[in-house]
Structure formats: structure tokens, C-alpha cells
């Protein structure tokens, strides 16, 4: 895991290196790798997670998550956390386990 106070490019390069590569995006019913596989909620899981804080700002709040597909597709979403959130993305993760 990256280390308390790393940044989100560090976070996700450690992540890269340990396998999550696809970029993620919430769409309706799933979350989309970059090679158009739809993935459904029912088949992933959040392996972990990481929250980052503006130091200056407190609207600058956003959360990383690495996640895996039942088809065995590893990769990053990235969303904001709290009243930035992304709706989308909180319904789609609203179902899908954390499990280390």
C-alpha cells in the first residue's frame, strides 16, 4: 500500500505495478475497462482502497479504488468523495464487496 500522505499519482503507479492496469469508468449497470468489456457489479470486488485530502482545500477529496473482475480484470477507478461525489459511481460500488 502506498504510504499515509502519498499522492494519488503515487498510489496509482503502485497499483499499476502491482497489476490493477485498466482504467475504469462508471457507465449504466457496471464499470468499463478501456477495452469496451462492460464489468457488472455481481462480478467485482474492491481490494482496497485509498483516500486523499487537499491540504489547503477540503473540497479537494477524492478516493482510489483497485479493483477486480471475476474475469480477472485488475484496474484503478478514481472518484470524489463526499458531496462530489459521483452518484453513478456510488451506485455501482454500493454493491460490490471489499475484500483484501
Avoid at 3 to 12: D, E, F, P
Avoid at 54 to 59: E, K, L, R
Avoid at 75 to 98: K, M, N, S
Wanted: hydrophobic content about 45%; charged content about 25%; glycine content about 10%.
Amino acid at each position: 500500500m502506498p504510504a499515509v500522505g502519498a499522492t494519488m499519482a503515487c498510489a496509482v503507479a503502485d497499483l499499476v505495478r502491482r497489476g490493477f492496469t485498466a482504467d475504469l469508468r462508471a457507465v449504466p449497470g457496471g464499470l468499463r475497462a478501456a477495452t469496451g468489456e462492460t464489468l457488472r457489479p455481481r462480478d467485482l470486488v474492491i481490494r482496497e482502497f485509498h483516500r486523499f485530502e487537499g491540504v489547503s482545500d477540503p473540497d479537494d477529496m477524492e478516493i482510489l479504488y483497485a479493483i477486480e473482475s471475476a474475469s480477472g480484470v485488475r484496474g484503478t477507478l478514481a472518484d470524489a468523495f463526499g458531496v462530489y461525489a459521483d452518484p453513478a459511481t456510488g451506485a455501482i460500488l454500493e454493491d460490490v464487496p471489499i475484500r483484501p
